[in-house]
């Protein structure tokens, strides 16, 4: 990082071409000089950062984080199935006699708890 640093006299030289140039070529030699000076903050920030990272920890496995949030994204959609399918369970459950919502209820949550368990127990053996 000790040679990337911009120094006064480069910033000075830049004033000047700036001045120097006509208008055509004024905005190329800010946005050049912009360009130098994003690029220095930005190796700062990673220096920061890396300084501050403790030892041992690393950045996460980008095949692992897909990995888990597929495995959300499908314990999201098992929730949203439950909610429905306990929805359709109790009004099923209230336009036949005899049955109960309860039992019903029960029935549903106990085929999702089973459902959750196998797809719990399959990452597990991963």
Partial sequence: ??????SADEIRAAAEVHNEL????????????LERIDKEV?????????SARPAGTHDPDPALLDRKRSQ?????????????????AVEWSLHYPGSSPVKALAT???I??????AYAWRLRRR
């Avoid at 930005?42 to 890396?50: M, N, P, T, V």
């Fill in 108 to 110: 549903v949550w106990a």
């Fill in 22 to 33: 006509g208008p055509d070529y004024r905005d190329a030699v800010v946005e050049s000089f």
């Fill in 1 to 6: 990082m000790g040679d990337s640093r911009l």
């Fill in 42 to 50: 930005g190796a700062r920030i990673d220096a920061r950062l890396a």
């Fill in 72 to 88: 959300l994204g499908a314990m999201a959609a098992g929730s949203v199935l439950g909610a429905l399918a306990s929805g359709a």
């Fill in 112 to 117: 999702l708890a089973v459902a959750y368990i």
